[in-house]
């Protein structure tokens, strides 16, 4: 894929050693654009290529943005840096570095390169709506989060859309759904599912697994990311997502089934309400071309194999 609009502009990846951020970085050093890697953490065993560079910054604190002084030239940032709890019901106790890495250091990284940004694309979250009113959820659908996750992204979303209104700097926000794949923190429910399922122990479910969750591949929001820089008209919103309704339940059978294991599901009592959810992307397939290509079954025995490499299981 070639990134024509880039040409003598700097992309600048925030959050480059986070789950998205690793995908991007392997993908993006290939396309022969100029690169810089920002992220609080070094990476391990990444091979630079002779137009990328890394350079180790907590982009939360101002004083370590002066590391940043030596960036010259224009800027495409790709904002990716952000706090996810991955568990739900201990969300209230990272409120602190929500705000911290999700609000702070949004304001912190667009003011630093106020005068110098051709284009901001943020990396949001669908969980910024909230309790559907409808489905599948669009782009027009009221934002009413019931998570501090959620609250965070939308806060950043507005910073940002008033900063790039008052600067005249295009932008792009991209609504990301659940993405899964390789790589992923071991604390969401595919990756313990698939521990539990390649060591035959069951599979531990909160409710009665029919609510539904709309997941999508990483390499299918990577493509959605660089296809909105590809395309220099794409501005605003856009919900990325696969646009299917998976019950919990079934991606729990699926995973068995692939595993060819004997594991069996437990349900237990849950203890916060959950809605079905699935997403409209009628937008960006039509501003951006952007198609999810990978299927369920496709993207699970991905991330298996690799589960299965990394923890050196058979």
């Known amino acids: 894929m070639k990134l024509g609009m880039i040409r003598n502009d700097i992309l600048l990846i925030t959050g480059s050693e986070g789950f998205i951020g690793k995908h991007l970085s392997h993908r993006i050093k290939d396309l022969g654009c100029k690169v810089i890697l ?41 904002h990716l840096a952000a706090c996810v709890p991955h568990i739900p019901d201990k969300e209230d106790k990272a409120l602190d570095s929500i705000f911290e890495v999700n609000i702070k250091a949004t304001i912190n990284i667009l003011n630093n390169f106020q005068n110098r940004l051709s284009k901001v694309y943020y990396v949001s979250t669908l969980e910024v709506y909230g309790v559907p009113i409808y489905l599948p959820i669009d782009e027009k659908h009221p934002t009413n989060p019931t998570s501090f996750y959620g609250i965070s992204k939308l806060s950043a979303e507005h910073y940002l859309r008033i900063f790039c209104r008052c600067n005249r700097i295009p932008f792009a926000v991209l609504r990301l759904s659940c993405v899964y ?20 122990e069951p599979i531990m479910i909160y409710g009665d697994g029919l609510d539904t969750r709309d997941y999508l591949y990483v390499d299918d929001a990577i493509n959605a990311l660089l296809l909105s820089i590809r395309e220099k008209s794409a501005q605003g919103v856009f919900n990325i997502a696969s646009s299917k309704g998976y019950k919990i339940r079934d991606i729990a059978k699926t995973i068995i089934k692939l595993c060819n294991s004997r594991s069996k599901i437990n349900f237990y009592k849950r203890r916060k309400k959950f809605y079905n959810l699935f997403f409209n992307i009628s937008k960006a397939k039509e501003k951006i071309k952007f198609l999810p290509k990978t299927t369920i079954e496709e993207g699970l025995l991905k991330e298996i194999a690799w589960f299965r490499w990394k923890n050196r299981l058979r």
């Open 38 to 78: 920002l992220d609080k953490i070094k990476p391990k065993n990444f091979s630079f290529g002779h137009r990328i560079n890394f350079i180790q910054c907590d982009i939360t604190k101002k004083d370590e943005l002066k590391k940043l002084k030596n960036i010259k030239g224009r800027i495409i940032l790709i």
């Open 181 to 200: 794949g390789p790589g992923e923190n071991y604390d969401r429910a595919i990756p313990n599912f698939i521990k539990s399922a390649i060591k035959n």
